[in-house]
């Protein structure tokens, strides 16, 4: 990534591009009645927009020509041919093909096996335990409708495992399931286990199924996350329609914890940092072969955004911001804590209303731009050890008030997050975060 987005440097909106994408989405539409039925489907059963499950977009020569594609922004990739990215916004690659009537829309899912069975789809390509999978879901002279599953393969060409990494593959979901999360040792235990892995299927496909893990590990400490996901699931698409993963740490491990996503094959993007009323930074990373981006979250000084945080270390302090508090209260993210949320692409305002008939309450949102809704839903409430409560108070860090309310009514651990992006903005914002930052302090949370 570029020096100017690693010093922090924001994201602009591509409304050019967005209306292009946008258009060929409702002229496919208007092309096959089954890519419109999904589009309704997944609006009213789900609260998420068909664009933002897009895996890529297949147009012919009637639809866009090489030079309007250039004019817009996006540029052909080196290792597929024909196929087009935009690195400036988040969109969905664009597939050239000679003819318009191979054209269609490519939807991603989390598991190509499960939506098939649910909607008695046959058509596949690649074999259940491939990198890349396809399957046709409908096809007209007009327009196609594909599912696809990615694990770490951004190619079109399926890598088939062998016996033995298939074996392997079941065995290191449970490994990653049961993974030591009680001590700082976790961090090398993880980085280990992903690097056995990586040994025999590949660094990319390796981190895409520890990721599968961690999402599974949150959304078992949250409500909200498990009735979206069921209602996900109902239609066969899973998690992948996710944005980014959002972790909290300490100070004193943050550096082990960029460490273990690097080691993973992500680097690192934008970093934030909010003002000296904030108290808190956080470095972007990014996983381009597995779609896969990290916010983490970090107690920070002033004097300390000017360096590396990410890399140079961080010293322990006797002040605890809201992160720090947290992280004192419930573990490490990567640890026992798990991520303390999931961010997922939604239709804004529908997928809360959805969620409210459910018992399913959101936060006042953060973002409210037109190119960027951002809103937590209320928290997942989670009690404390209280040893973990003495500790902070002997040591001064928390007052025997606090202490008590914690003791007898817990502290908001997680959330999952609703957001919506228009005109392919790829950024967060700054302000924004910084106020649901604040607002997250269980310091400040009233008791219910």
């Not at 033995?164 to 286990?193: H, I, M, N, W």
């Not at 949102?365 to 409430?381: H, K, M, V, W």
Request: aromatic residues 10%; contains cysteine; charged residues 25%.
């Amino acid at each position: 990534m570029s020096d100017r987005l690693n010093s922090g440097s924001l994201w602009e909106c591509q409304p050019k591009a967005w209306t292009f994408v946008q258009k060929s989405l409702e002229d496919l539409s208007g092309r096959n009645a089954v890519i419109a039925q999904w589009k309704q489907r997944l609006l009213s059963e789900t609260g998420t927009r068909l664009v933002d499950w897009i895996d890529h977009l297949t147009l012919g020569h009637n639809d866009v020509s090489h030079e309007q594609l250039t004019e817009l922004g996006f540029r052909e990739e080196t290792t597929n041919r024909g196929v087009w990215f935009h690195a400036e916004g988040l969109f969905p690659r664009i597939r050239y093909v000679v003819e318009s009537a191979d054209a269609g829309v490519a939807m991603k899912v989390e598991s190509v096996a499960r939506f098939c069975q649910l909607h008695q789809v046959s058509d596949l390509i690649g074999s259940r335990h491939a990198d890349f999978k396809m399957a046709t879901v409908d096809a007209t002279p007009a327009a196609h409708l594909w599912v696809v599953e990615r694990h770490g393969n951004q190619t079109f060409e399926s890598s088939e495992p062998t016996e033995t990494q298939k074996q392997d593959l079941r065995a290191f979901a449970g490994k990653f399931r049961d993974r030591p999360r009680d001590s700082a040792e976790g961090y090398a235990v993880a980085r280990q286990l992903v690097t056995e892995l990586a040994a025999e299927i590949g660094m990319d496909w390796a981190c895409d199924r520890f990721f599968a893990s961690e999402r599974d590990y949150w959304q078992s400490r949250n409500k909200a996350a498990q009735i979206q996901w069921q209602r996900q699931d109902r239609l066969g698409v899973g998690w992948a329609n996710h944005d980014h993963h959002t972790y909290r740490s300490s100070r004193e491990h943050f550096k082990d914890l960029i460490e273990s996503f690097e080691s993973f094959g992500f680097h690192c993007r934008e970093r934030f940092y909010a003002g000296a009323q904030a108290g808190w930074g956080a470095q972007v990373l990014e996983q381009p072969s597995c779609g896969l981006v990290i916010f983490a979250d970090v107690d920070l000084s002033p004097h300390e955004v000017a360096g590396d945080f990410a890399h140079q270390g961080l010293v322990e302090r006797q002040e605890l911001g809201t992160v720090g508090l947290w992280c004192q209260l419930h573990g490490e993210s990567f640890l026992a804590a798990g991520m303390h949320h999931l961010e997922c692409q939604f239709e804004f305002d529908a997928v809360r209303k959805q969620l409210a008939a459910m018992g399913i309450e959101t936060m006042t949102p953060f973002t409210d731009f037109a190119f960027l809704r951002q809103a937590f839903t209320q928290g997942e409430r989670w009690m404390i050890q209280p040893d973990r409560l003495q500790k902070l108070v002997e040591m001064q860090r928390l007052q025997p008030d606090q202490a008590k309310e914690f003791e007898r009514h817990g502290a908001i651990g997680s959330h999952l997050e609703i957001l919506e992006r228009n005109d392919g903005y790829k950024g967060f914002n700054q302000t924004g975060v910084s106020d649901i930052i604040h607002r997250t302090d269980p310091r400040i949370q009233h008791t219910p």
